[in-house]
């Protein structure tokens, strides 16, 4: 049995370019899609937050007002909440986009009770445009729609397989966290998610699971409470 009854899955936007540098990987978001269709099948209900740092991140704009670069990120993850739409749709799974810019001819807006009821029939909802402000990561909105919508863990797939001391691309001696209190993320300033995000978690009291998103079944098991990745909570 899950362990858990409503989840947010945070998906960066690398993540979903796979071992490419920029655009999608195809095969990656297949992947993600089939898990997510299998926890919700398991009775799961499942929100999802996507990054946009495949297509376009605010500190690539040198010279450019931050609001604007923010706002351009904030486009990028549409696209990819459209494309992680349509893989999901294709596999037979109802989808529901919510963004927190209005475009209606291309999904809902954001309406906190309508996003839980789509949740409570069974449907998956994307949550795109990060938190519609700029200077607010998607790691954010991940933490305020959980906190929002009540989901009982954040899920953090990543192209890294938890939680290191420093970057294991560049220290090969890095040491890997199984767990590590929302405290000692902020005072160390690890990077798995910005301080912001961090802090709303830990005075909300939402626990952050962070794995590697080419885990074969990586949602499944964290979702039945396997030990995998790091575990971000206020104690072991």
């Known amino acids: 049995m ?5 989840i947010i899955l945070k998906i960066s936007g690398e993540a979903l370019s796979g071992n490419t540098e ?3 990987d195809f095969e990656v978001i297949g992947r993600i899609a089939d898990q997510v269709i299998e926890v919700v099948k398991m ?8 990054g946009g740092g495949n297509i376009w991140r605010g500190r690539s704009g040198v010279g450019m007002d931050r609001t604007t670069a923010d706002h351009m990120g904030m486009l990028a993850t549409v696209i990819n909440a459209l494309a992680m739409q349509d ?3 294709n596999k037979g799974m109802q989808t529901r986009v919510q963004t927190a810019i209005e475009m209606r001819q291309i999904a809902e807006p954001y309406i906190r009770r309508r996003a839980m009821r789509h949740l409570e029939k069974g449907r998956v909802v994307i949550f795109a445009c990060g938190t519609g402000n700029p200077y607010f990561s998607t790691d ?3 933490a305020l729609r959980a906190a929002e919508i009540e989901a009982d863990l954040i899920l953090l797939a990543k192209n890294v397989d938890g ?3 420093s970057d294991p691309k560049i220290n090969k001696n890095a040491k890997k966290y199984d767990f590590i209190s929302y405290i000692d993320v902020i005072n160390q300033g690890l990077a ?5 995000a961090v802090s709303l978690c830990m005075d909300n009291n939402i626990p952050i699971v962070c794995f590697g998103v080419d885990i074969e079944d990586g949602i499944k098991k964290v979702v039945m409470g396997e030990p995998i990745g790091t575990r971000i909570n206020s104690r072991p």
């Open 43 to 50: 009775g799961v209900e499942t929100g999802i937050i996507v």
């Open 192 to 196: 798995v998610m910005d301080t912001t």
């Open 2 to 6: 899950p362990m858990y009854n409503r």
């Open 22 to 24: 920029t655009g999608f």
């Open 163 to 165: 939680v290191y001391d």
């Open 87 to 89: 893989a999901l749709e």
């Open 140 to 142: 954010t909105a991940a």
